[in-house]
């Protein structure tokens, strides 16, 4: 959700260009991450705002 996302620390502009050290290329990359997103479960994102590459560490809500 949202609220998940801003209590990471994203921000409306950021783009979100890896998750888990992993190079997204095309939309369709997220859609492997889809199964991660499981309650309890962390990402780590990196993301391009404006010109800076800014690490984002992101935790769902709940247990698994």
Do not use: Y
């Not at 992993?22 to 991450?33: E, G, N, Q, V, Y």
């Not at 309650?39 to 391009?48: F, Q, T, Y």
């Not at 404006?50 to 984002?56: D, F, L, R, S």
Request: aromatic residues 4%.
């Amino acid at each position: 959700s949202d609220a998940v996302l801003r209590a990471a620390g994203l921000r409306s502009g950021d783009i979100v260009v890896a998750v888990n050290g992993r190079r997204l290329t095309s939309a369709a990359d997220i859609s492997s991450f889809q199964s991660q997103v499981v309650p309890g479960a962390r990402l780590s994102l990196l993301v391009e705002r404006g010109a800076e590459t800014v690490p984002v560490a992101l935790t769902f809500p709940g247990t698994r």
